[in-house]
Each structure stands twice: as C-alpha cells, then as structure tokens.
C-alpha cells in the first residue's frame, strides 16, 4: 500500500519536473539499498558511492542506505522486483557474487533481466597462492600436481562451495583438462580465515581476491603464483604474473557495482549509468579505489549489461558442467 | 622494552583533545549500545562507521571513536543482563546465570560495580597481552587447524553438562536444538540448502542475535504478562542495595578473575572462537574449579567476575589476530578490519611495521578507552540500578520495541521479526518446562563452525578420521574435555570433589 | 504430563528433522562428510535427549492460568500485527500502538498506556534513526 502511495507521489513529482525542467531526471531522495548487514562489502560500496556522489554534487541530497540481509542478496532482489520496481530513485549495490547466485538460480524465480544493470565502481582480481616454503612456483606446476593426485593438493578459499572463490579455481582446472569434480576446494569463513590455514600448513593452496593477499605477500609468507586479470595490475602489483601469461586462460574479477529497479524510466536511467560514470572518473573516487585495493574496471549502462550476461552464461555453464545445478 | 617505547609514542599520537574526546564519546555510545538488546559490539560499531566518514576522521582518531565502542559495547552488555536477565548482546550471555541472581537478593548494585572492576581487568591485562605477546600468540593461533578446531568447540560443548547441572538431558536437548538452527541455511561446506524449505529468507541462516533476543528479552515480556498483578510484587521486592563492591568480594573474585582473563584472552586470539566463547569457557571452567559448595548460579559474585573478565578479555584478545593476520577473530573484528582497509591500512604481518603510529596510537587508546570505562561505569552504576525503579508495565513495552528495533534496523526484514515473536514464544515454553536457554545460544553460535571444521578436517585427511588426534594439541583438547567433563557425569556424583580438584590443577595450562 | 509431552515432540520434532535432511541434496562434490552426517548426529542427540523427560518426567510446571495464557496469546498478536504492518504504517505509529498496547495488557490504564505508547516509539526514533542513524521503516509520512 505504502510503495504504491509513495510511488504515486513520486510519479505526481516526476511529472512536474518533467514540465516543469527540461525532460532530464532530476533524483529526488535517492536510495541505496545494500543487501546485507552494516560492514560489509556491499554495505561499502552503497556508503562510499553514496558520500562521493554527494561530495561531488551529483545529487543535492545526502543518499540514505538502507541494509535489506538475506538470501545473499536474495531477499534485497526479491523485494526490488516485486515492490520498488518503478522506483526511479533506488540502486542496489552488487557484485560477482549477486551474478554467480543469480546464475545458479539461488535467487528463486529471479533473473538478471528482472532489473537493469548500471555499471561498475571498481573490481578486485583473484589470485592463487601458495605458501612460501612450497616446491609449487608457477600455476602450470600446482594444476600439473592437481592433475597428478588431486587429493595431495587442498585448496582454501573464502566462499562456499559453488561460490567465486571456488570457481576460479575450477575454471582454471578446466583449462587444464582436469576433472573438476576432483579438486579438493576446502570452504572457510572469508579470505582471511583461509589465509591463515595457508600459514599454518593446514592447506596447499588458496584461492581469493588479492587485495586479501597482499600484506602476507609483502611480509614473504606466501606467494602469488597467478593474478586472474587479463594483464598485469598497475603500480606495484606489476610483479605478479597473470594466468593468460602462463598459458592458462583465466580471468576472475569480483567486481562492484550497482543495478536498479526494472521499469526505472530510461531518463532515470541515464541518469544513474551517467552519475556512477562519473563517481568512477572523479578524483574522488581514485582514492577510494587505492584505499581499497580496488583495481581499474569501469562498465557502464549496455556494456555492462552484457558483461554480466556473459558472466552468468558462463558460470551457468561451469556450474551445470560440475553438476551444481541441473 | 621496545614495545614499551612504541608504546610511549602511541601514547603521544593518542593524547590528544580530540582523540580523547572521541574515546570518551565512543566509550558512551558503546557502552549504551551493548546495554540495549540486540545490538551488540559488532553492530554498534557497523552502525557508526558512518558517523566517523562523516566527520571525516583519519585513520588514528577513527579508530579510536570505534575501538572505544568496541570495549564500551563488551562493559555495556553486562547491564541487561545483571538487571533484567535479558543479555544485551551474546558476549554478556553468561552473565546472566549469576548477575541477575544476584540483582534478585539486592545486590544489583554490587554485581555491576564489581562486573565493571572484572571488566577492567580482563580488558587491561588483554591490552598488556597484546602489547607483548601478540607475535609469539599468532604462531599459536596458526597451529589450530580445522582438527583442533573442533577438539576446541566440543571441549565448549562438553563443559555444558556442568553449567547446567539441574537436568543434563535438558541441557542436551537445548544444545541439539541450538545447533540444529545454526545447520538452516546454505551449507558452504557443500553449496546445497538445508532446512530452508525453499524460503529465500532463511537461506543465509538465522542470526543468533534473533534466537538471544527472542528466547531472553521477548520470553521475559510474555513472564511480566503472566504474572500481571504479582508481577509488580516481583520487581518491588528488588532492593537496590549499594553501589559499590564490598572489598572483601573483589578479594574473592581475585583468583576468578585472573584465571578468566588468561582463558578469554586465550580464546580471543584465535579466529573462529572469539567472544562468546571466551564468556563461556571462562565461566564453566571457574564453575568446575570454584563452585565447591554449589553457589553458582544462585547468584556467587564469582559467576559475575568470571565471564565478565573473560569475553573482555577475549575482546582484546580477538585484536591479535585482526592487527597481526589481518584475520577477524570475531563478528566485530571483522568489521574493524573492513574499516580499517577503507582507510588504506592492510592489516597483516607488517602492520606493525609500516603503520607503527596507527597500532600502538590504537593500543594506547585502547588503554585510555579502559580506563576511562571504569571511571564512568563505577559512578553510573547508582544510575543504572535506576532502572529497576522503572515499573515493569512502562519497562517491558520499551524493552520489547527496542528488541524489535534492535533487530529491524540491522537486517532490514520483517521475516526477522516474524522468527524473533517465534523465538520469544519458544522461550517462554523452555523457561517454564526448566529447560536451559544458555545451550541453545550456544548450539547457534558455535554449532555451525564446530560442523565446518569437522568436515573441513575429514576432507582434508581425505576421509581419515584419525586426523581428529593427529595432533598432540588436539589430543590434549580431548583430554581436558573427557577427563574434566565428561568422566565427572559418568562417574557420578560422590566422586566428584575429588575430580574437580584433579582438573583445577589441569585448568592453570589447559594446553 | 507436561515433562512427557515435551519429551514427545522433542522425539517429533528429532523424527522430522532427521527425515529433512535425508533429503538434502548431496553436493556434487564428493566429500567424506556430507551436508546430512552432521543434522543425523543432532537429531540422535535431540531424540535421546527427548527419551528422558519422557522416563523421568520433573514436576508439573507452572502453566499459567485462562487470564494469563490469554495475555500471552494477545500479546503475540500484537507483536506479529506489528511486524505484519511496520513497514505499511511506518515505524513511528506502528510502535507507538505495539508498545500502549502492550504497556495497558501489563496494566498501565489505557490513558496513560497511550502516552507512553508514544513517548517509547518517539524515544526509539530519536536514539535510532536520529542518533545511531540506522534506517526504520518508512511509512507514507517518512517516519
């Protein structure tokens, strides 16, 4: 009752400003929904998209974050779709993982074309190490020793089975021609949490995003055998080598971004694709992203639209080829 | 002594009007939310997080306002607890057993000054450990694999038979019940749902803060209603009595309090247990060792000092493995970490050499944030027993809303709300069949890790059992589990003096 | 009797649970421990647990009498009414009639009831959304 009463005045708003203005959206109290508990990642990205937009004066108003938990994100999903779905005033904030568990139906009844997508912040590129004391220094040599007797070589990531985490190391195994079904990937709570078994011995291998790596590869406890990006990262992370250089076909960004309620009108719509563009070029943002280890990918409106149907269509396929989904 | 000089350092980048009055403000704010049901430490320092990229705050002084509430929210739990039973977040859970006993005789005031003196002394001396022992306690963290981890959560598990002597099998039923909730959900180990019956809602599980929430402060509303009329009667009879601990009853805490201290810190440092069990394995394990003439429960000062000491010290504790791995050993922890990456500071194992102002400005803080602490929650003790004047017909409603509140304005779901009635529900029945609540909550807080780790161990032995002893840490877990719990309850009750005595001896180095 | 009952639908309550998760899908993994071997070993725990109230039942507790257990039975109407019409009517006026209700059931007269009905939701507001910044439910009016 509420949504519609509120979505009727907001319509009644639009119209005048429509006559009134020129025929741009203009956003009113805008809204970023973050579709999980306070601190977390998503929880990140609504807050600090949201100040910047606001330092930089995109929007005259502060935007208010909501926190909607649940379902991985599912719940937040569910809730656009069947209430806020003309709301031209709301993002969401998502990432690789909202598209893997859209892609593996986690979501039910949801698809990605029930909303529209609007563009990326930043992404984190995933990384496979192995501890400093191991014989293993490249990745052809740890698939090969996968390849030999998977069960010698466990490897810790921080997402559940099915997860990102595990699937890039799946994808790089099947570029190897190993059987997927037979690598021993081992779940832990977080990419720290899998770290530290790394450490400890407890583990051969670890599969997350490099920004978790990196302090305990400047202390010379592990090392990085393979950056899943397409090339080398800028700055000081240039020393790593990625997977396509060693010959094996990977790329695993976790990226983050944002997509909006389905019948947002197309204006709102430019209008959100061209704010988070811009939050992305601003001077602003730049030190956000090296503040958080966020590296260079900025897709926006259709590009990314399409990117994330050719990330799902393959995590589609990878999850129904390991018997994930059927 | 070199830390004892970064330490000095620290205390220059800490020492100033600012940072002092955002430690005192943090301190506040902490210790009001840890005190209101259902937001605890890791929410109230999520939920200020805002506040502090509002004010535009730098690394140092924004860590400090959120370690501030961080040790304000662990001193804030206990006041719901000691006062209305109903614990403010799941830290301050074993409080309850013996504060609110003791709230009952008049000593309301005496439970909460001297639960302060115990948290203070647990957090102080944590400090100290973490100024000192942090690298060498780091390699002890990394020697827990998923073999130990599950010696460590059934070691937890077997000390419920002493907390809960009343009815074992009731303490067994509740523990089975708590640990079959935290099984709802996707299973991580294996990517498939259990139990969700296809509702998205309870696909990432049921927060345990709903079950504490439900089960104490809802149950407790539903008690008031019952006992309308008589109901008045229960809460006028609560004198308040002093405000202060008697000397002699700190002196007699003494011994409960350092062993809770080195056991909460002990259990702080490693990732995966944290807080909670920290809490709980202090007081069980101070029970085995010091309830000769069966006082705990009914309100032994003993039973407030000992958790009390020991989730403080587990707070500090958990510190190690955030600073020193850049791994959160607990749900506040890692919201500490998030924030401390958004500031462009990694921790990990060279934090302490490339950002040495922001940790040791950190540590020094933390000592100030203590102190401070004490020094506002003594005087305010004679404020917080103010609220059992409040009759119960205007306290209940605001207790019941703000749980309402406290959960809502998390998650943001209603479903939320909908389980939080039914756990309410449910306690209410527990309570009156005498089954005990501690149990659940920790089935739902520890049960979902204690399966992880048990089938992360198994996979990664490829099927070997054996693994679960492969170890000579593990085996003593299992020792001190089996010999000091579990052989006590088979072997009956005539024996048991005899045994506690044994364990006390095994209890000063459990490892 | 009450003891007995318990135990039943613990054994009920053990019974569904441990046919639930026989029909978990097992992972596509093959994995030494599976998602079902865990829920088995607590529902065995819950069912034996169940057995002994049943053999050796304690006293009758204390039920509440007619009154009181219609109490209880309004007072979780109101609050499932509560979570049912929160994020309609907004937090504001939906917490100020949950907790006068509430307030008058525990014996407030209704008047009075009222007035602190709306003094606890205002006070909530202002700690919470105002203060703490945490996002209630807005209703038609915004609050």
């Not at chain 1, 959206?25 to 929880?43: L, R, Y």
């Not at chain 1, 568990?101 to 029930?114: I, T």
């Not at chain 2, 170890?471 to 024996?495: D, H």
Request: a negative charge.
């Amino acid at each position: 009752m509420r949504k519609i009463l509120s979505g009727s005045v907001a319509t009644l708003f639009a119209a005048f400003a429509l006559t009134g203005s020129a025929l741009a959206f203009e956003p009113g109290n805008t809204e970023c929904i973050a579709p999980a508990n306070p601190g977390g990642g998503w929880d990140f990205t609504c807050r600090q998209v949201g100040k910047t937009l606001y330092d930089i004066k995109v929007i005259s108003n502060p935007m208010q974050v909501v926190n909607k938990a649940g379902g991985g994100g599912g719940v937040a999903f569910a809730e656009v779709v069947s209430k806020r779905n003309e709301d031209n005033n709301l993002i969401v904030a998502a990432s690789s993982a909202t598209a893997t568990r859209l892609a593996q139906g986690a979501y039910p009844g949801a698809s990605m074309d029930q909303v529209r997508w609007i563009g990326t912040v930043g992404a984190d590129y995933g990384v496979i190490a192995v501890s400093k004391d191991s014989p293993i220094n490249t990745l052809p040599e740890l698939l090969d020793q996968i390849k030999a007797d998977p069960a010698s070589v466990p490897v810790a990531g921080g997402s559940a089975v099915g997860g990102w985490d595990h699937l890039k190391v799946l994808i790089a195994a099947q570029k190897a021609d190993i059987d997927v079904k037979k690598v021993k990937y081992v779940a832990f709570d977080g990419g720290g949490e899998a770290v530290t078994q790394l450490l400890g011995g407890h583990v051969k291998a670890f599969s997350g995003d490099i920004s978790e790596a990196k302090g305990f590869v400047d202390s010379g406890d592990i090392k990085i055998i393979a950056v899943l990006a397409p090339e080398r990262l800028p700055g000081e992370f240039d020393q790593f080598p990625t997977a396509r250089e060693q010959g094996v076909d990977v790329v695993g960004a976790n990226w983050r971004g944002f997509y909006a309620p389905g019948d947002m009108s197309d204006d709102a719509y430019d209008f959100w694709t061209g704010a988070i563009k811009t939050v992305y070029d601003s001077d602003e943002w730049k030190q956000v992203m090296t503040q958080n280890g966020l590296m260079p990918l900025s897709l926006s409106g259709e590009e990314f639209q399409t990117f994330v149907s050719e990330h799902i269509g393959q995590v589609e396929t990878l999850s129904k080829e390991i018997g994930l989904i059927k | 002594m070199e830390a004892l000089s970064s330490l000095a350092d620290g205390f220059t980048v800490a020492l100033t009007l600012q940072n002092l009055f955002l430690a005192l403000l943090g301190c506040f704010l902490g210790t009001i939310i840890g005190a209101l049901p259902g937001l605890g430490p890791s929410n109230g320092v999520a939920i200020l997080i805002p506040l502090a990229f509002t004010l535009g705050l730098p690394a140092t002084p924004a860590l400090i306002l959120l370690t501030s509430v961080y040790y304000g929210a662990m001193y804030g739990g206990r006041i719901s607890s000691i006062l209305l039973n109903i614990p403010g977040d799941e830290p301050a859970l074993m409080t309850t057993l013996d504060g609110y006993p003791m709230a009952k005789k008049g000593q309301a005031g005496e439970a909460l000054a001297l639960s302060g003196i115990a948290s203070f002394i647990g957090a102080f001396f944590a400090t100290w450990g973490l100024v000192f022992l942090a690298p060498l306690l780091v390699s002890v963290a990394l020697l827990f694999g998923p073999a130990e981890y599950f010696a460590l959560f059934t070691l937890a598990f077997c000390t419920l038979g002493g907390v809960a002597s009343r009815n074992q099998a009731k303490a067994a039923v509740a523990a089975a019940l708590g640990i079959g909730i935290s099984t709802i959900g996707v299973d991580a180990m294996a990517g498939v749902d259990r139990f969700t019956f296809g509702n998205v809602h309870l696909f990432s599980g049921i927060d345990f803060l709903i079950a504490i929430v439900g089960l104490f402060a809802i149950s407790e509303v539903f008690l008031f209603l019952e006992h309308r009329g008589q109901g008045e009667a229960s809460n006028a009879n609560m004198k308040l009595g002093r405000v202060t601990a008697p000397l002699s009853m700190i002196k007699a805490c003494l011994g409960a309090m350092s062993r809770s201290t080195v056991l909460g810190f002990l259990a702080g440092v490693l990732p995966g247990a944290g807080a909670s069990l920290g809490s709980f394995i202090s007081y069980s394990i101070e029970k085995r060792v010091s309830d000769g003439q069966k006082t705990f429960g009914k309100g032994d000062p003993r039973g407030v000092a000992a958790p009390e000491a020991g989730n403080n010290a587990a707070a500090g504790g958990a510190l190690v493995p955030m600073l020193a791995l850049g791994v959160p050993g607990s749900g506040t922890t890692a919201v500490l970490l998030a924030m401390l990456l958004a500031l462009n500071i990694t921790p990990g194992p060279l934090l302490f050499q490339q950002n040495p102002d922001v940790v040791w400005g950190l540590i020094a803080a933390l000592f100030i944030g203590n102190i401070m602490l004490l020094a506002m929650n003594i005087p305010l003790v004679s404020l917080f027993v103010r609220v059992l004047l409040i009759p119960p017909r205007y306290l209940m409603p605001a207790v019941a809303m703000i749980s309402f509140v406290g959960i809502y304005g998390i998650s943001g779901s209603t479903f939320d709300l909908y389980l939080l009635v039914g756990f309410g529900v449910a306690g209410y029945i527990l309570r009156k069949l005498d089954v005990p609540l501690v149990p659940v909550i920790l089935g739902t807080l520890l049960g979902g890790e204690m399966e992880k780790s048990l089938r992360r161990a198994v996979q990664i032995s490829d099927g070997d059992w054996s693994v679960l002893l492969g170890s000579p840490l593990a085996v003593g877990l299992w020792a001190f589990a089996i010999l000091g719990f579990i052989a006590p309850l088979i072997v009956g009750r005539y024996l048991r003096p005899k045994i506690a005595d044994s364990t006390a001896a095994e209890g000063a180095d459990p490892d | 009797m009450s003891d007995r009952i318990f135990g039943v639908v613990c054994l009920l309550l053990a019974g569904f649970y441990i046919y639930s998760a026989s029909t978990i899908e097992l992972g596509f993994i093959e994995t030494p421990v599976g998602p079902r071997a865990f829920p088995y070993i607590i529902g065995t725990l819950l069912a034996l647990g169940g057995l002994y109230p049943i053999l050796v039942p304690d006293e009758r507790p204390d039920w509440p009498d007619m009154r009181g257990m219609i109490e209880i039975v309004f007072a979780v109407a109101v609050l499932i009414a509560y979570a049912f019409l929160l994020e309609d009517v907004g937090f504001v006026i939906a917490t100020a009639f949950a907790a006068a209700l509430l307030g008058w059931r525990l014996g407030t007269p209704p008047l009075r009831a009222a007035v602190s009905g709306v003094l606890i939701s205002v006070g909530i507001y202002v700690i919470f959304h105002l203060i703490l910044g945490l996002s209630l439910a807005r209703g038609p009016w915004g609050f």
